[in-house]
């Protein structure tokens, strides 16, 4: 048989519900006084029948008084109610998604790339799946850390109440045409490039894309760098599938280029320094000695053409930023506005 | 129309007035579910799950004093209008009354321009 429980039972209890949840330093007094608002209450109800209440009459009032979590939640403070605010929640997801995706790309690709030839190959989708679940976990948390200190920092001295309407990024004089197909084409180059790279760089029977028949190989100096040349690989791909989808401002798209420019840049002094990037196969011909040499200069000469180039780029987008921060405008048609492509 | 949108509406609307009557009321003392019915009595019906949060920000604030005081047998929180804010309020009523008398002649525009068509 069951007890039923008393109009004082039904209220105590709820009343003990709603004050653990409160917050601490006001948890008593908070409770004291919804508890007295609620005798009042019940008293007029009762008045107003002429008669006690039931416990049925009570449990519906209580009820219609709230649950006790969202009761509680109106006494806390509005403006710490959420870790990262509304205005500020777009730009989080965003960053969240974003670094997520980048993570996952390069880690798969890196994954994949560790499969070739390795003796622990079958560990791999294991130790994958594993950095995934992980990622799935620390990334989020590392995100929300950083937008709840940022949340925090705001809170507290009011950042964005100091700005300036003249420190706002001009408005771009030509606009961009927002043309989906290139982008697109961009991505869909990157893959294919990094799948040549991939095919031409590990696979031993795929040999013949670098000397007609499998005669060349890369040398040790490609060898040694092909993780950093697929991590160069993965970001020129992440950079065009920013541009197609449009997560990115024109101003950071224009940012990442640069880096990867400078990344690849670096990489193309370290490949130029190695010397020789072709070498002997495992089906060398002598007579292809001169065919050999001839493919190693086009090759350096290329790098060459290639490092000018970044330079080049490197120093006109340093001018830019430089122009930019003294208060100049670089007349570019990008000009680092905030509309998104 | 949508009915959410509408009550999101009429819930911005209500909700600087509501502080305004809050303070008006409380130009004299109150305990909380007295104060939820004489609003309700003038027409103007609260949730007690928002007036009794909102008085304690009003008193976080220095608008309002309270106190604990025994009523009918029974120990209850009293809230008042405090010195300080007794000026907030006649900042606020007169902020009020104009805005008040703006959406009047608003309303009112339109309708001298068809009487003067006509």
């Known amino acids: 048989m069951t007890h039923e429980l008393t109009n004082q039972e039904l209220l105590d209890r709820y009343v003990h519900a709603v004050k653990m949840l409160l917050p601490a330093d006001k948890m008593d007094d908070i409770a004291a006084e919804i508890r007295s608002n609620l005798q009042s209450l019940v008293e007029d109800r009762a008045t107003q029948l002429g008669r006690e209440l039931s416990a049925v009459e009570m449990s519906a009032i209580l009820k219609q008084h709230g649950h006790p979590m969202l009761v509680a939640g109106r006494y806390r403070d509005q403006t710490m109610r959420g870790l990262i605010s509304p205005e500020l929640f777009p730009f989080y997801w965003f960053t969240l998604r974003a670094i997520l995706a980048l993570w996952v790309t390069i880690r ?7 499969l070739q030839g390795t003796a622990t190959a079958s560990s791999v989708p294991l130790l994958l799946g594993r950095d995934i679940l992980l990622a799935a976990f620390f990334i ?5 850390l950083i ?7 705001e809170h507290k001295f009011r950042y964005s109440e100091r700005w300036k309407p003249e420190s706002l990024a001009p408005v771009p004089r030509i606009p961009q045409p927002h043309s989906q197909q290139r982008p697109m084409v961009h991505v869909v180059g990157g893959v294919v490039w990094l799948v040549f790279w991939a095919l031409a760089l590990f696979v031993p029977a795929f040999a013949w894309v670098w000397g007609g028949r499998g005669v060349f190989s890369p040398s040790d100096t490609v060898y040694a760098m092909r993780l950093p040349l697929w991590l160069l690989a993965a970001f020129g791909i992440s950079q065009s599938w920013l541009k197609y989808t449009r997560f990115a401002t024109a101003e950071w798209r224009r940012f990442l280029v640069t880096a990867v420019v400078a990344a690849g ?4 002094l370290f ?5 020789d990037l072709l070498v002997a196969g495992p089906r060398w011909d002598p007579s292809q000695a001169r065919s050999l040499a001839t493919l190693n200069q086009m090759t350096a000469g290329v790098l060459v053409l290639a490092c000018a180039f ?12 430089a122009r930019r921060f003294s208060g100049g405008q670089s007349g570019d048609k990008f000009n680092g506005h905030k509309v998104m492509y | 129309m949508n009915s959410d949108l509408l009550e999101n509406l009429r819930l911005e609307l209500r909700r600087g007035g509501l502080v305004l009557a809050v303070l008006a009321k409380l130009r004299s003392e109150y305990h909380g579910y007295a104060l939820a019915k004489a609003l309700k009595e003038s027409g103007l019906e609260i949730d007690e799950n928002t007036l009794y949060p909102l008085l304690r920000r009003l008193e976080s604030q220095k608008l309002l004093n309270s106190h ?20 907030v309020l006649d900042w606020l009523l007169e902020e009020w009354r104009s805005i008040n008398g703006a959406i009047e002649t608003l309303l009112e525009a339109p309708i001298a321009a068809r009487k003067k068509k006509a």
């Open chain 1, 265 to 268: 840049l670096v990489l193309a």
């Open chain 2, 68 to 87: 604990w005081r025994v009523e009918d047998k029974r120990n209850k929180r009293f809230y008042r209008l405090s010195a300080d804010g007794e000026p």
């Open chain 1, 140 to 144: 989020p948390a590392g995100v929300t």
């Open chain 1, 271 to 275: 490949l130029l320094r190695g010397g």
């Open chain 1, 147 to 153: 937008f709840a200190v940022w949340e925090y920092l």
């Open chain 1, 108 to 114: 798969v690709i890196v994954a994949v790339f560790t």
């Open chain 1, 310 to 321: 970044a330079v080049l780029l490197c120093l006109h987008e340093l001018r830019r930023f």
